[in-house]
């Protein structure tokens, strides 16, 4: 099992920043690749960004790139997601994801095997 907490959502005007974090306990946090999914209220939970195990790779919605950044740190079993630029349809419950294989269903809700309980992020104009 491994346990995910999301942090750093918040209310921010348009044009700011956020930046989200998601800790790992449980298992060796290196094993997995992590993802950053979204759901908007009426919609179904999206694909944002994941990143490899390694943190070599890194992968990005088109509607996200350019503006969000995922990094980690293993040392400290956590997993980022820097958000500049924001817009008002950034506006979502942001949830973290972990899977041992990637593959390339990186994107797919249904590769993740474990999943945090969101925060709230919220882009006022």
């Known amino acids: 099992q491994v346990q995910l907490v999301e942090s750093g959502g918040g209310l921010v005007q348009a044009g700011g920043s956020l930046r989200l974090s998601c800790a790992a306990s449980?298992?060796?946090?290196?094993?997995?690749?992590m993802g950053w999914f979204r759901q908007a209220p009426g919609k179904e939970r999206a694909f944002v960004g994941a990143i490899t195990k390694s943190g070599g790779n890194t992968y990005y919605a088109d509607s996200v790139k350019g503006r969000f950044t995922i990094s980690r740190d293993n040392a400290k079993n956590t997993v980022y997601l820097q958000m500049n630029s924001l817009k008002p349809e950034d506006t979502a419950v942001y949830y973290c994801a972990a899977t041992r294989a990637i593959g390339s269903g990186y994107y797919l809700r249904g590769s993740y095997e474990y999943w945090g309980q969101g925060t709230q992020v919220t882009v006022s104009s």
């Open positions: 449980g298992r060796t946090f290196s094993f997995y690749h």
